[in-house]
């Protein structure tokens, strides 16, 4: 039969998100969101909102959001881009930050499986840099492809591990090229780059309001770079969707920025639960890389990851596995409440036992 479709639409393998089955309630681990709620301050700055005035497209500027912002980052309202989350800002940075034809975008084998999707729909080469057995990421190997720019999702998806300042410092002061750094899940690592971002003109930082701020149901994420790069997003947004943001989520994202003391509180919980989730995996046979994420990346001495996940599946308790190379012995565990994290560990000791 002919297809109407476009060979891309045909051909592409679009991103695989977690799933959200709705045949019973489960334990909800598979996503990364946030266990606890969003600040009382971006819950009411949301049912105050003045339905009214929806009427209206929303602020193109975006003025309120992006001041917000910039006074909880340190930096200026014009180093402040937002998009419909940050998977929506890494989209627009393969083409705004890279060439069809060029020397492509530099990352990880094993990181953000939506770097080499953007990659194929903008047409933009992949140099792929595999991770070290330790499933860390060697940043001179990274510079050395002399691609025409890097993306480095720190810490890093699916493994957890973190980069700190001091190593990642010099990889932007020696590159001659664009270093995008997704910091999706900073908020529980705590060595941002985005001080650095006055300092060095090749440097972008994108950052999610879905995992440290509680709100993966609002859309919302922003970039903080130089205002030339920052430029570059803007008019590739234009040629796209000029009003990615809608209003209530200005509004309830400012709101949310400025509650900085919740979230720093709130964070700290999730943090002390991957300690605690981490030593109890460990005692159940697990390895579990180092995570400077709210999730964990586990493999056990007996059980494929396959098993663990279909047998976890089966108990009501939802974690993510990824039939991949070099991966698929693993389960990437979302850290949850205290409760929702109990429930995984009686779970797994059924199934170990
Ligand atoms: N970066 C990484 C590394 C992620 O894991 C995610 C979440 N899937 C995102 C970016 C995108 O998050 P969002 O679009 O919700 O801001």
Known sequence: MKSYLSR??????????????????????????????????????????????????????????????????????????????????????????????????????????????????????????????????????????????AIVANPNAPTGIGIPLAEMEPFIAQSDRIVILDEAYMPFFGESAVPLVKKYKNLLVVKTFSKGYSLAGMRCGYAIADPSLIAGLERCRDCFNSYPVDSVCQAVCAAAVADGEYYAQQNALVVAERGRLFSALVRLGFSVLPSKANFLFARHGSLSGREVYEKLRARGVLVRHFAKPRIEAFCRITVGSREENDLLLAALADIVR
Do not use: W
């Open 8 to 149: 891309l639409a045909r051909e592409i393998a679009p991103y695989t998100a977690g799933e959200q089955p709705a045949d019973r309630r489960y334990v909800k681990l598979n996503t990364n969101e946030n266990p606890y709620p969003p600040s009382p301050r971006a819950l009411a700055a949301y049912r105050e909102y003045d339905v009214s005035s929806l009427r209206l497209y929303p602020s193109l500027s975006m003025h309120g959001l992006r001041a917000a912002i910039a006074g909880a980052e340190g930096v200026d309202e014009e180093n402040v881009f937002c998009g419909n989350g940050s998977d929506e800002i890494l989209a627009l940075c393969f083409p705004a930050f890279f060439d069809r034809g060029g020397a492509g975008a530099a990352f990880a084998d094993v990181t953000y499986s939506f770097y080499p999707v953007f990659s194929d729909f903008f047409g933009i080469a992949k140099q792929i840099v595999p991770l070290e057995e330790d499933f860390t990421l060697d940043l001179g190997k990274l510079g050395a492809r002399r691609a025409q720019g």
